[in-house]
């Protein structure tokens, strides 16, 4: 059973693209993240959504914008890919906003 | 400002011997503090969490950590090396800042475990 899960697991595309990766939990969670692996292995949160609702929101280019239909799903679409999107890309979910989170396998994303 | 610091970029032991592996982190409130590992090309994995219930922490795979205040460190342990340990550990501090889980990931240790 895989807790969170995430599609594609790989992404390799063209610069200037719009690509979108899917997040799913079925851990019944409340709160799900968005975080960015570099290729130095930092990792930084990018959002956060609890119960649909944007919670957190770090400074991130208005490319990026989340979306969560339900609150076992949130996707990430990024419009206009540029090189420095490469990158590790990790879904996370936690049963409320202060609780543990648990990480999905990650999708990497090439922009070529 | 929240932060967390692992002393060691790189740590090698061969395979049965201890590993340590060092965290340092500042919180201006009682942080809540994790160690994940990340095996190649895998994703995040918990090893243990330290909530401010007892210092010593025990976790998965034979690792623990221990809380200490004073020295502001939340250190990873384990007796004795395997192989299969070989991986990218992450401390990491939950400042509870906000009230909302905003996890501040160490830069990591990589973790090489020689036979």
């Known amino acids: 059973d895989t807790a969170v899960s995430q599609t594609p697991k790989y992404l390799v595309t063209q610069m200037g693209n719009d690509k979108s990766i899917k997040c799913e939990q079925n851990?019944?969670?409340?709160?799900m993240y968005w975080y960015k692996q570099d290729s130095k292995k930092f990792l930084k949160i990018m959002f956060s959504?609890?119960?649909?609702?944007?919670?957190i929101n770090e400074t991130v280019p208005n490319r990026f914008s989340p979306k969560s239909p339900d609150k076992a799903h949130l996707n990430l679409h990024i419009n206009s890919l540029e090189l420095g999107d490469s990158a590790v890309y990790f879904c996370?979910?936690?049963?409320?906003?202060?609780?543990?989170?648990?990480f999905g396998p990650g999708t990497r994303l090439l922009v070529l | 400002a929240q932060s967390v610091t692992q002393l060691d970029s790189h740590v090698s032991v061969s395979e049965g011997t201890p590993v340590l592996l060092r965290c340092n982190y500042s919180?201006?409130?009682?942080?809540?503090l994790f160690w994940y590992v990340q095996h190649p090309n895998k994703g995040l994995q918990l090893l243990l969490k330290y909530t401010s219930a007892a210092t010593l922490v025990k976790g998965i795979n034979g690792f623990e950590a221990e809380f200490k205040k004073s020295e502001t460190s939340f250190h990873l342990t384990k007796p004795s090396a395997h192989m299969s340990d070989a991986a990218e550990y992450f401390c990491v501090v939950n400042p509870f800042s906000g009230g909302y889980n905003k996890l501040i990931f160490g830069a990591g240790t990589r973790l090489a475990v020689h036979p």
């Open positions: 959504y609890n119960n649909k609702e944007l919670i």
């Open positions: 851990l019944g969670h409340d709160t």
């Open positions: 919180s201006s409130y009682s942080p809540s």
């Open positions: 996370a979910s936690s049963q409320d906003t202060l609780e543990t989170q648990y």
